[in-house]
């Protein structure tokens, strides 16, 4: 895999040792090493997308406050498309407050006015 922690793009190997640990090649620090076994155990994403505002066809800014597992960002993002909010949002504000059961908030990434 190639990590992407970094602009370097290391080509990082994965291997299973017998006694279940992971051994990773190729990486010149430390964050492939940690990437590498993270994205092969439990790879976890950030998600971003839009929300509807009531009352006008600009949409809203929004992500996951940190990253969610890679296998609920097909619930999450069918969840942003259910989702409506009302005008004024603050930088920040929750406007989903349990991302789909992970406990991850969504939250504005862009301050929106009336």
């Not at 051994?23 to 839009?50: F, S």
């Not at 929300?51 to 992500?63: I, S, Y």
């Not at 890679?70 to 004024?88: Q, R, S």
Request: aromatic share 2%; hydrophobic share 45%.
């Amino acid at each position: 895999m190639t990590c992407i922690n970094c602009p370097m793009g290391c080509q990082l190997d994965v291997e299973k040792l017998a006694d279940g640990t992971l051994k990773v090649t190729g990486n010149a620090c430390l964050r492939g090493e940690t990437y590498a076994k993270q994205e092969v155990t439990a790879p976890v994403r950030m998600v971003t997308g839009l929300v509807r505002v009531k009352g006008t066809k600009r949409p809203l800014c929004v992500k996951t406050k940190v990253a969610i597992p890679k296998g609920k960002i097909p619930d999450v993002l069918a969840a942003l498309a259910a989702t409506e909010v009302e005008a004024p949002v603050a930088l920040g504000d929750t406007v989903i407050a349990d991302a789909c059961g992970t406990g991850i908030p969504v939250v504005a990434t862009a301050p929106f006015a009336k």
